[in-house]
């Protein structure tokens, strides 16, 4: 029959891969009736995976998302995005002293609520390329590149950067709605953003960080409670909010993080979590909350 059918058989075949798939077309080797995600076009017709010997269902069509969301090979975004941080950290302390606290990035830049208040609502994107002293832009620069890359390769550049950047606004929100008296910085909220997202995606069985992300998770909150000066606000913001990133990219569980497309459920989730976590810090600096 090759690749046509009749119309009783249009209505009945499915594809012998994806079962729930209807489809007309069959193999010109083996006739078994195949979807379009498994069609191979040759000279001599439209053939199986199997018949043509060719990536086909879900390789190409991995391919092909990959494709479309920009995969990141290399973690070229978390490259960049350490590079900013170790270039910020470099302007601070060459306007101050080591730990970058006495320099104008510093004063202008942190998380401060009273400034926040005030009209300087860039503070809330600002601090998270902030930090105070060596060790902790270490640590966290670390931990972006541990956690990051690997959520990078796996969701793409794009899809990643929405995650870094609406976990730095949920955890601006987090660390003013608890400490607001504060002057916070670094990138902490949205390193903890990259980990909820990946205990999210975890937790649906995708590996992220080798099965491991509930672990990292855990040991991470317990030492923002028994290290001094964390804020413990800032980390579970960035927490929930690259978690709430992950359920709004996959339409809360009813697709792929990665390779379900984009559709107005989930760039209206991801705009909700980002407007949700500016409108959280206005009311606390505004004393609403």
């Known amino acids: 029959m090759g690749a046509m059918a009749s119309r009783e058989q249009t209505q009945t ?12 077309v069959t193999c010109s080797s083996c006739e078994r009736p195949i979807c379009t995600e498994c069609m191979v076009f040759g000279s001599v017709g439209i053939k199986c995976a199997e018949c043509s010997g060719q990536a086909t269902g879900v390789a190409r069509a991995t391919t092909r998302a990959r494709t479309s969301v920009g995969l990141a090979t290399g973690a070229i975004v978390t490259k960049a995005l350490i ?29 401060f609520g009273p400034a926040v208040a005030d009209g300087e609502w860039w503070r809330l994107v600002t601090a998270a390329f902030l930090h105070a002293g060596p060790i902790h832009l270490l640590f966290n620069m670390l931990m972006l590149w541990w956690f990051g890359g690997p959520l990078e390769e796996l969701l793409g550049r794009g899809r990643f950067l929405a995650v870094y950047g609406i976990s730095i606004l949920a955890g601006s929100a987090g660390a003013l709605l608890i400490r607001p008296e504060d002057a916070t910085v ?104």
């Open 83 to 111: 590079a900013m941080n170790l270039a910020v950290y470099l302007v601070q302390i060459s306007q101050g002293d080591i730990r970058g606290l006495a320099s104008d990035a510093f004063t202008n830049g942190a998380l």
């Open 13 to 24: 075949m499915v594809c012998y891969r994806h079962s729930k798939t209807e489809t007309a």
């Open 186 to 289: 670094g990138a902490s909220g949205a390193v903890f953003g990259i980990l909820g997202a990946g205990l999210i995606l975890e937790r649906r069985g995708i590996n992220v960080f080798g099965g491991a992300a509930l672990m990292v998770v855990l040991l991470n909150i317990a030492l923002s409670f028994a290290i001094p000066n964390i804020s413990i606000g800032g980390h579970l913001g960035g927490l929930a909010g690259g978690a709430l990133v992950i359920l709004a990219l996959t339409r809360f569980g009813r697709g792929h993080a990665a390779y379900s497309r984009l559709n107005v459920i989930s760039v209206a989730g991801l705009v909700a979590v980002a407007v949700a976590s500016v409108a959280i810090a206005y009311a606390r600096v505004r004393g609403y909350a």
